[in-house]
């Protein structure tokens, strides 16, 4: 199974780690946490000061950051270069506007905080059965108990 590349995205260095770890235990390559969507653009190449390309497959992004958050981040991302890379928002509220919000500026889906491997395990196997297409991935996720609303 190849492993698929992911940028974690959280201002609290103990939710980027345990990400991290369910991440890789879910078959993923996190080829970098950082803690600012600042620091994200940057290191995605999406900055002036850095244009250098990395190749990800997955972005996973706290939605409650200083400075740029997560759906600031999130729709940066869906305005650019990178714009068909899937973007997972995660947060510790379940406010269903907050969560439609998200949707619909493009985000594959929007987990609840606390992280845990059941919530995020069948990520990879959604993420390669379902190709590019928005609608597929809805159908697999919302299969695995996800929580999306359209």
């Known amino acids: 199974m190849n492993k698929l590349r992911a940028l974690v995205v959280d201002d609290e260095k103990s939710q980027r780690r ?20 600042e620091t994200a653009l940057k290191f995605l190449g999406l900055t002036e000061d850095n244009d ?14 200083k400075g740029i958050s997560g759906y600031e981040l999130l729709l940066k ?7 068909n890379v899937p973007v997972v928002i995660m947060s510790a509220s379940d406010d ?6 998200c949707m619909d500026g493009g985000a594959l889906m929007y987990l609840v905080k606390p992280l845990t491997i059941a919530k995020v395990t069948n990520l990879h196997e959604a993420i390669v059965a379902a190709g590019p297409s928005h609608g597929k991935w809805c159908t697999l ?4 108990g996800v929580m999306l609303l359209d």
């Open 18 to 37: 345990s990400a991290e770890r369910l991440l890789e235990k879910s078959s993923f390559d996190v080829i970098a946490t950082v803690e600012s969507g």
């Open 141 to 144: 996720l919302q299969a695995n």
């Open 52 to 65: 250098v390309m990395v190749d990800v497959d997955l972005i996973l992004t706290d939605h409650d950051m």
């Open 96 to 101: 269903e506007e907050r969560i439609k919000k």
């Open 77 to 83: 991302l869906k305005n650019s270069e990178l714009n």
